[in-house]
T-cell receptor
Framework: LAKTTQPISMDSYEGQEVNITCSHN???????ITWYQQFPSQGPRFIIQGYKTKVTNEVASLFIPADRKSSTLSLPRVSLSDTAVYYCLVEPDSGAGSYQLTFGKGTKLSVIP | DADVTQTPRNRITKTGKRIMLECSQT?????MYWYRQDPGLGLRLIYY???????NKGEISDGYSVSRQAQAKFSLSLESAIPNQTALYFC????????????????FGPGTRLTVL
């Protein structure tokens, strides 16, 4: 089970770009990286997922270096509504046997007006 | 209507009682999951099911059991509830696309807040 390490908290002003880095040193060859967002008393919501290099969608970008031992979630021009906890996950190949998934403690992002 | 629903949304029970949490989904997904979340912590996987005949233990399955009654329904039971099972419980579904360009987005329900006295 690949363990992830993220900063506990981050603060940012509205309109700034926010980058949250996650360390996953023992990621396996077939694992991929997923980020979720969670607001208080709600279930997590999928943000983005990737295996290598760069992935971009309408809300975020995910940067994964060649060694895949870390990844960075980039949120462009954050607003107050982006205040939430962000989780980095390393997801195993579900066809490879035991499928274990741990969200970790996440990064609490606070966006300041 | 919500794609993933959980009942009840809140429940207070006493130590030793049997309790069942239910999850239903209308997304047509084969995969379903149960997680628990403790204050200030992330989610931990309790059980998961990749199809109706498949049940697998997650990281913290002790004290819990599950039943996959149909593709759309996945229930979590606490046979004899204890206070340290007080937590927020989430059900999720997904439909992983395997192979090149693999993709697995989990859709979560609203959660059940369980208190065991």
């Amino acid at each position: 089970l690949a363990k992830t390490t993220q900063p506990i908290s981050m603060d940012s002003y509205e309109g700034q770009e926010v980058n949250i880095t996650c360390s996953h040193n023992n990621i396996a060859t077939n694992d991929y990286i997923t980020w979720y967002q969670q607001f208080p008393s709600q279930g997590p919501r999928f943000i983005i997922q990737g295996y290598k290099t760069k992935v971009t969608n309408e809300v975020a970008s995910l940067f994964i270096p060649a060694d895949r031992k870390s990844s960075t979630l980039s949120l462009p021009r954050v607003s107050l509504s982006d205040t939430a906890v962000y989780y980095c996950l390393v997801e195993p190949d579900s066809g490879a046997g035991s499928y274990q998934l741990t969200f970790g403690k996440g990064t609490k992002l606070s966006v300041i007006p | 209507d919500a794609d993933v629903t959980q009942t009840p949304r809140n429940r207070i029970t006493k130590t030793g009682k049997r309790i069942m949490l239910e999850c239903s989904q209308t997304k047509g997904h084969d995969r379903m999951y149960w997680y628990r979340q403790d204050p200030g912590l992330g989610l931990r996987l309790i059980y998961y099911s990749f199809d109706v005949k498949d049940i697998n233990k997650g990281e913290i399955s002790d004290g819990y059991s599950v039943s996959r009654q149909a593709q759309a329904k996945f229930s979590l039971s606490l046979e004899s509830a204890i206070p340290n099972q007080t937590a927020l419980y989430f059900c999720a579904t997904s439909d992983e696309q395997s192979g090149e360009g693999r993709y697995n987005e989990q859709f979560f329900g609203p959660g059940t807040r369980l208190t065991v006295l």
